[in-house]
């Protein structure tokens, strides 16, 4: 257990819908980074949060959006869903140390219809 | 930009076999690279990480891995497999100590025959 939450395990929705991914990050942990997996893309990162205010972003979409709150938990939004935005999504954190090292939560698993 | 190249998308040792699975960096200034496993349904565990402290990293579940700037690379290994280590890892490099997000590799799925 990496002390990383997420929420839900799997969601099923169907295109055109719009969902929100939650994420706690480990206890003492002020970074959020968001990854996404799929078979033809592998693992992208998608967009960073530290301590609150965006640091850095990836391959994300315009549809998507995040945002971390004062209690450091993180919210990824997906919205307009397309079929190919079925994938696994991973929230990791860090503490902004020397040690770099990132860990993962268990990924939600979004599959759009 | 940084990145990582693993070679050989799926690996199949015996139990008791070496474990070797390669990963290569491209890189003109030392990286950070680390390795990650992933089992089936799971996130991602971190086996080990090079952080410019030592060339040899020792890990988690007997794994090692050897930084060889000469060979640009990173290789993973165990000396003997066991079953509960089939599973998928990853090589993975931060790209940019600035904003520190990884950039992984492919991935090889490693599968131990009895």
């Known amino acids: 257990d990496s002390g990383v939450t997420q929420t839900p395990k799997h969601l099923i929705t169907a295109t055109g819908q719009r969902v929100t991914l939650r994420c706690s990050p480990r206890?003492?942990?002020?970074?959020v980074y968001w990854y996404q997996q799929s078979l033809d893309q592998g693992l992208q990162f998608l967009i960073q949060?530290?301590?609150?205010?965006?640091?850095a972003k990836g391959n994300i979409l315009e549809r998507f959006s995040a945002q971390q709150f004062p209690d450091l938990h993180s919210e990824l939004n997906l919205s307009s869903l397309e079929l190919g935005d079925s994938a696994l999504y991973f929230c990791?954190?860090?503490?902004?140390?020397?040690?770099?090292?990132?860990?993962f939560g268990p990924g939600t698993r979004l599959t759009v219809t | 930009a940084q990145s990582v190249t693993q070679l050989g998308s799926h690996v199949s040792v015996s139990e008791g076999a070496l474990v070797l699975l390669r990963c290569n960096y491209s890189?003109?200034?030392?990286?950070?690279l680390f390795w990650y496993v992933q089992y089936p349904n799971q996130g991602l565990q971190l086996l080990l990480k090079?952080?410019?402290?030592?060339?040899l990293v020792k890990g988690i579940n007997g794994f090692e891995a050897e930084f060889k700037k000469s060979e640009t690379s990173f290789h993973l290994t165990k000396p003997s497999a066991h079953m509960s280590d089939a599973a998928e890892y990853f090589c993975?490099?931060?790209?940019?100590?600035?904003?520190?997000?990884?950039?992984f590799g492919s991935g090889t799925r490693l599968q131990v025959q009895p």
């Open positions: 206890s003492g942990d002020l970074s």
């Open positions: 949060y530290y301590n609150g205010e965006e640091r």
């Open positions: 090079y952080t410019s402290a030592a060339t």
């Open positions: 890189s003109s200034v030392p990286p950070y």
């Open positions: 993975a490099v931060i790209a940019d100590t600035g904003r520190r997000a990884l950039t």
């Open positions: 990791a954190s860090s503490r902004q140390s020397s040690s770099y090292e990132q860990y």
